[in-house]
């Protein structure tokens, strides 16, 4: 198993172009989740979803858009690139939505704005 | 409002050396899951331990130990014997029954260094 994985994993952006970050998972996992990390903050919750064509917002949504139209891949879609959103992109799966799940991390996205 | 607090934002210990990684967490849910996780240099992240709210044993794993205290609702990490492959940022992270759904909470995580 590859386990959950994310491409690309170094972007530039420039303000207000739009790209897409990758992730798939290979275990059947029901949910996904993104993450952002920031210097000093943690992880954030960005967007979520339970299975294939359920999503929902997380903490902090604002300028990303996700859909989910099969099991294995949830797409982040960053729709006009702010230096705001310079960070390190987090995807993460697990069986279910239970609290008690594991969440499994892919290796992350790091992207730049300028 | 912040619900997993780690006070220490770095710890730096010489190897061999003992140290304590401190979380305390806030929640009203009486059914809630707390966990750890290593992110190396490297960059990803590494599941180390999920523990429920109703199991208060101290866990060890080799060097690593964890020490849940509902009444001081903490959930604190021990390694003993530190080593150099244990420099890291360590995160504690909350799920509970009545979040959203599948939602973990971070801390703001400790780094870690060990030197030789």
């Known amino acids: 198993n590859a386990g959950v994985t994310q491409t690309p994993k170094f972007q530039v952006l420039k303000t207000g172009q739009s790209m897409t970050l990758q992730c798939a998972q290979d275990m059947n996992h029901e949910y996904m989740s993104w993450y952002r990390q920031d210097p000093g903050m943690g992880l954030r919750l960005i967007h979520y979803s339970v299975g294939a064509g359920i999503t929902d917002q997380g903490e902090v949504p604002n300028g990303y858009n996700v859909s989910r139209s099969t099991t294995e891949d949830f797409p982040l879609r960053l729709l006009s690139a702010a230096p705001s959103q310079t960070s390190v992109y987090f995807c993460a799966s697990s069986y279910s939505d239970r609290e008690y799940n594991e969440q499994f991390f892919g290796p992350g996205t790091r992207l730049t704005v300028l | 409002a912040q619900k997993v607090t780690q006070a220490q934002t770095e710890i730096s210990v010489v190897e061999k050396e003992d140290v304590t990684l401190d979380c305390v967490y806030e929640?009203?849910?009486?059914?809630?899951?707390l966990f750890w996780y290593k992110q190396p240099p490297s960059g990803e992240l590494v599941f180390l331990i999920r523990r429920n709210s109703f199991d208060e044993q101290n866990e060890i794993s080799g060097r690593y130990s964890w020490n849940f205290q509902k009444s001081t609702s903490s959930f604190n990490f021990t390694i003993t014997a530190s080593q150099v492959v244990d420099s890291a940022v360590y995160f504690c992270?909350?799920?509970?029954?009545?979040?959203?759904?599948?939602?973990?909470?971070f801390g703001k995580g400790t780094k870690l260094s060990v030197k030789p």
């Open positions: 992270a909350l799920s509970e029954e009545g979040g959203s759904q599948g939602n973990l909470i």
């Open positions: 929640t009203r849910d009486t059914t809630y899951y």
